[in-house]
């Protein structure tokens, strides 16, 4: 199928987002001079081929003209001048076949550079997205092995913790133990200092009632 101007400017080109590339609309105003251009061009070959044409029905016209000529008797036939064939229009193909080239190159060009922008793009969030996972899985690692150091040293804490409170209470319960043996003591020697206070008392009464009986009898 034949490019032809209009293909040029109905010609719609998919937008490729966060990437860099030529401005959009740098490449509309170069491609209008181009469709111009290429205007201009068809239209000269349009006028060639009229006068071509022109040309070859007029060579038809003289060689009726002469076969005419030729059949009337006694007729002097005159030489007509062959016409001269028109030059084909190879400047203005030439330059139509520059111009679609220019434009097939630059949409080529535009093409590329958007497929490079995006294997860049791609490339750079591959390699983004590489880092993210590497920077969680260090972050992850370190939160465990703080969260790791830290248990054991609560822990290490606690058991010191307890060994001093043990260490303590078995000073308390010794210290205990001593004073109730103390007071055990204590208390016997009370009960046996009272048994014998109570007993010499006793005795003394007993003497006491004694004498006091003897009195009585004597009397």
Do not use: C
Not at 9 to 14: A, D, M, P, S
Not at 38 to 54: H, P, Q, S
Not at 82 to 97: E, K, L, Q, W, Y
């Amino acid at each position: 199928m034949a490019l032809t101007p209009e293909d040029v400017v109905t010609k719609q080109f998919q937008h490729v987002r966060f990437k860099e590339g030529f401005d959009p609309d740098e490449v509309d105003d170069f491609l209008d001079e181009i469709v111009v251009e290429w205007r201009k061009t068809i239209a000269e070959n349009e006028e060639l081929k009229a006068r071509v044409a022109e040309l070859e029905s007029g060579a038809a016209a003289a060689a009726a003209a002469v076969a005419v000529v030729e059949t009337a008797p006694g007729a002097v036939v005159e030489e007509v001048p062959a016409p001269v064939a028109a030059a084909p229009a190879t400047g203005g193909a030439a330059a139509s076949a520059g111009i679609i080239e220019l434009a097939q190159r630059l949409h080529d060009e535009h093409v590329a550079e958007g497929q490079a922008q995006r294997d860049k793009l791609i490339s750079d969030a591959q390699a983004q997205r590489d880092k993210l996972i590497s920077d969680a899985q260090a972050q992850r690692d370190k939160l465990i092995s703080d969260a790791q150091a830290q248990a054991a040293s609560i822990l290490a804490d606690a058991e010191a913790k307890g060994r001093d409170e043990i260490a303590r209470l078995d000073a308390e319960r010794a210290t205990l133990e001593t004073r109730i043996s103390e007071l055990r003591q204590f208390e016997r020697d009370y009960r046996s200092q009272l048994r014998g206070f109570i007993e010499e008392k006793l005795r003394d009464l007993d003497v006491a009632g004694a004498t006091s009986g003897s009195s009585v009898s004597a009397s």
